[in-house]
């Protein structure tokens, strides 16, 4: 069931669907295919540390040989790229999705994979049994939820006791936020008065808006540590770690000079590691 105040959320992501536009990519052309290609390029970028190299995607966050033959939930499926790792390590697959176009365009991707489950849910009411599920996923998620914490608490609801969940949520620090969000589009660009110094409403209008011409997501949170751990604290174990990729450094004013040669690249992302823009989140009930 979709409640009332996730319906604009859900009409934001249906008409702009999480696939990445721009970088080059012309996503009004592209054939399905190449939108999977292309998503899962953008993941497999040396600029990120969310894997090595050959290895699955995000799999220095998710154990995957761990996953054979359980229940595995995404929230916030988009494209499939992380359904198609859980079905690559033999997961039976379930995917809940706001987004009436992703799903669309999901279902065909896995028309032909039997352990594949896609469905338009909401988060904050998940079609699941209590303790029905071993592992669940929301990459890039949560934050954009009407009730964040009353997901959160569906998450535990559904999972089985030990059962594990991993979220990528946006933090509230580092340069790519004081930077590029508050300083040179809040300040600079005048972000900030056209929006009544609501720094809220601001972040938001700014976040995930991938045209000039285009709105920011209409809600995009982004926690300080306290904050999260507060809004996970029915979890038995919690890990929180930093991440980002190398362009969050790369793109301040001195990112012009070579950095990664000024700095090295192990400097490099030892800063992401302390200062990214992610919170890559660990949890067990």
């Given at each position: 069931m979709i409640k009332p105040e996730e319906k604009g959320i859900q009409r934001f992501?249906?008409?702009?669907?999480?696939?990445?536009?721009?970088?080059?990519?012309?996503?009004?052309?592209?054939?399905?295919?190449?939108?999977?290609?292309?998503?899962?390029?953008?993941?497999?970028?040396?600029?990120?540390?969310?894997?090595?190299?050959?290895?699955?995607?995000?799999?220095?966050?998710?154990?995957?040989?761990?996953?054979?033959?359980?229940?595995?939930?995404?929230?916030?499926y988009g494209s499939g790229w992380l359904l198609n790792e859980f079905?690559?390590?033999?997961?039976?697959?379930?995917?809940?999705e706001?987004?009436?176009?992703?799903?669309?365009?999901?279902?065909?991707r896995f028309r032909n994979q039997p352990n594949v489950q896609l469905q338009v849910a909401s988060a904050e009411n998940m079609?699941?049994?209590?303790?029905?599920?071993?592992?669940?996923?929301?990459?890039?998620?949560?934050?954009?939820?009407?009730?964040?914490q009353n997901?959160?608490?569906?998450?535990?609801?559904?999972?089985k006791p030990t059962g594990k969940a991993f979220f990528m949520l946006y933090r509230r620090g580092g340069p790519k936020y004081w930077w590029r969000k508050i300083f040179r589009k809040g300040i600079l660009g005048g972000g900030l008065i056209r929006h009544g110094f609501n720094l809220e409403k601001f972040i938001y209008s700014v976040t995930d808006a991938y045209q000039e011409d285009s709105p920011g997501a209409p809600i995009s949170r982004h926690y300080r540590r306290g904050e999260l751990l507060a809004k996970l604290k029915k979890f038995s174990r919690i890990k929180l770690?930093?991440?980002?990729?190398?362009?969050?450094?790369r793109n301040l004013p001195?990112?012009?000079?070579?950095?990664?040669?000024?700095?090295?690249?192990?400097?490099?992302?030892?800063?992401?590691?302390?200062?990214?823009?992610?919170?890559?989140?660990?949890?067990?009930?």
């Open positions: 992501w249906t008409e702009r669907p999480m696939i990445h536009p721009g970088y080059g990519f012309d996503v009004e052309s592209a054939t399905p295919e190449e939108i999977f290609a292309h998503v899962e390029r953008l993941f497999r970028d040396k600029g990120h540390l969310f894997q090595k190299a050959g290895e699955p995607l995000l799999s220095r966050f998710i154990d995957y040989p761990s996953l054979k033959g359980k229940r595995v939930l995404e929230i916030g079905v690559k390590a033999g997961a039976n697959v379930y995917g809940i706001l987004s009436e176009s992703v799903y669309r365009l999901s279902v065909y079609p699941f049994p209590d303790g029905y599920l071993d592992f669940v996923a929301a990459y890039g998620v949560i934050h954009h939820a009407a009730d964040d997901c959160f608490d569906e998450v535990y609801r559904v999972l770690q930093v991440s980002g990729n190398a362009g969050e450094w001195f990112g012009r000079l070579p950095l990664s040669n000024l700095l090295g690249d192990r400097i490099l992302w030892r800063l992401v590691e302390v200062s990214g823009a992610y919170w890559m989140v660990n949890v067990e009930k």
